[in-house]
Structures are given as structure tokens and as C-alpha cells.
């Protein structure tokens, strides 16, 4: 939806360098249908634009490949810079609270959301992409088999994971089963409500009708439950990062927090949290010296 307006009336072999340096520049101004904290309207961000680099190289690579162009263009243009969006986590006292405010004040289906993201790190399109079959009550696991998706012109659909590695099953804390469950039998009761009106979608957090969920839906409500109850403003991914970080500052395996965010690799997430183990090593080094060295005598 980025390329085609500016690029799709042109032959490949008539793609300048300079129309995608300008393409690049346009992106970079022209503003989006997304609104920031603040109410205004973004930039598309310097990953995105980023990721439209990516796509074009990939697609030129492949028509010089096949000689539909003499050379990639994207070769001759200075390459986006990749910017990673800064994280913002929470300690564990305001985890804690948001954790207790929302048991206290939110609707059963957003207590389900938004803990599943908190105490599980799930991705927004992995939770939307939930059905009641991925959910083991009695050994407290749940399976990501799939992640939702929105396609303009198309709604919200379904696709397996990217990676191999995002495809896991792991262990929850038991509170989010018993919210669950909640959750199960007040959707079955709307459910048989509407009877031939509901849309018949196995998937866990649907519309009032039983279609899938749109997947601006929940970080919309979270976004306005923070403001109405004075959390300081993240966005929702930034629960994952919470996640994260609160299991490294426990001391938990790298290897562990890797399986359970579904990254390729223990170094990913070496690479999004290393300033953690950082702060996670030093502790290390402060209980090795209580425990070994505190009594002993230099000579």
C-alpha cells in the first residue's frame, strides 16, 4: 500500500534510483491514518520505511535474476537507516498494580487481553489469532499456532507464524486459565443469545457477533484504560518487553525467555535486552562475592 501508488504505474525497467530515493523522502512526510499519544496524526516510522527498502531490493534482486532489469536500483540509493523503536517497560510494583486494577475495574474480555500479554508476552496478532482449542486448562499451557493479520480491502485474517521458533507451547500462570474461563462462559452465553445471528468464529476474543476480533480493538482499550486510570502511557507491545524484562531481572535462562517470546534465537533477544542482563550481570557478580568473598581476608 506504500509502493504502489508512487511506483505501480511505472515499468520495473524504468525505475530510477531517483524515484526511489523520492519515494523514500515522500514517506517519510506524508502523514498516516495512525494517531500518536498526543491525538496527531504520524509519519510513517523509519522502520516501516525501512521494510519498503527490504521489499523492493527483494523484488528487483529477483527481475535482475530473471533479466526483466538490467540492475537493482535500490543498489545506487542511500539505504534507510533502521531505527528500533525505544521500549518502555514497567517495574514490577506498577506491573503489580496494573495487574490488580485491571482484575478490580475491567470487562472479563479485556482482563483476558491484556493479561495474556503481560504474564504470557504474546504479540497482539498472536493473541487475537487464539482459538479455544490452543487453550490446555489442565496442564496450564496454551500452543501459538497462528497470528492475526489485517489486509486492507480483505479485514482481519489468519496466517501461521513467520518463523518456525514462533510456533511453541508454553506454560502460563494459572491466573490466566481462571480468567479464561470466566471469558469462555460469558462468550457462550452471548453466543447462545444470538443464536443464528453469531458468525460461528472459534477464535477467543471476537466482536459481539462472533467475528474475529480487529486487531486495533484491545491496544485501543488498553491505550484509554491507562489514561482513565493514571498508568503511565506504553503502548501494548510494550507489555511483551515488560514480560521480558521482569523474567531476565529474575534470573531466568535466556534460553527460557527465547522460547517463550518465540524468537529464532537466544541472541534476538540478547539483542532487544541486553541492557538488561547487563544490569542482570552485575547482580550476579554482587551475590557471588556475598556468598564466596564476603568473610575473606586480602593478604
Given at each position: 500500500?506504500?509502493?504502489?501508488p ?8 524504468k ?25 496527531n ?19 528487483f ?21 533502521y ?16 495487574i ?43 500452543t ?63 466482536t459481539?457477533?462472533g467475528?474475529?476480533?480487529?486487531l ?24 511483551r ?10 534470573n ?48
Open positions: 500500500m506504500h509502493i504502489l508512487y511506483l505501480g504505474g511505472k515499468r520495473l525497467d525505475i530510477k534510483p531517483l524515484d526511489i530515493d523520492n519515494l523514500y523522502n515522500l514517506l517519510s512526510t506524508k502523514l498516516t491514518n495512525r494517531k500518536d499519544a498526543s491525538g496524526f504520524k509519519t510513517l516510522s523509519p522502520t516501516s520505511i525501512h521494510r519498503v527498502h527490504e521489499i523492493l531490493s527483494s523484488m534482486n529477483n527481475a535482475a535474476r530473471w533479466d526483466l532489469v538490467p540492475y537493482n536500483p535500490c543498489t545506487k540509493v542511500i539505504k534507510p537507516k531505527r528500533r523503536t525505544k521500549m518502555t517497560c514497567y517495574d514490577e510494583e506498577t506491573s503489580k498494580r496494573l490488580n486494577t485491571l482484575l478490580e475495574k475491567a470487562p472479563i474480555k479485556y482482563k483476558c487481553f491484556i493479561i495474556l500479554a503481560i504474564l504470557g508476552g504474546f504479540r497482539r496478532g498472536e493473541i487475537v489469532g487464539l482459538h479455544w482449542n490452543d487453550i490446555d486448562f489442565k496442564n496450564h499451557k496454551i501459538i499456532n497462528r497470528s492475526a493479520y489485517y489486509l486492507s480491502g480483505n479485514g482481519v485474517n489468519e496466517k501461521t507464524p513467520k518463523t518456525d521458533s514462533s510456533v511453541r507451547t508454553v506454560v502460563v500462570p494459572k491466573i490466566c486459565f481462571e480468567l479464561l474461563k470466566q471469558w469462555r462462559a460469558e462468550q457462550g452465553k452471548i453466543r447462545l443469545a444470538l443464536g443464528d445471528e453469531w458468525h460461528g468464529s472459534e477464535n477467543i476474543f471476537t459481539d457477533d467475528n474475529i476480533m480487529n486495533a480493538t484491545g491496544p485501543k482499550w488498553f491505550s484509554e484504560f491507562l489514561k482513565k486510570n493514571n498508568f503511565p502511557h506504553i503502548r501494548f507491545h510494550d507489555l518487553h515488560t514480560f521480558a524484562t521482569l523474567l531476565i531481572s529474575m531466568i535462562d535466556v534460553q527460557t525467555v527465547s522460547h517463550k517470546l518465540g524468537h529464532a534465537s537466544a541472541t534476538t533477544t540478547m539483542n532487544f535486552y541486553v541492557h538488561d542482563l547487563e544490569s542482570t550481570d552485575k547482580a550476579s557478580a554482587e551475590l557471588l562475592e556475598d556468598m564466596l568473598v564476603k568473610d575473606v581476608k586480602m593478604v
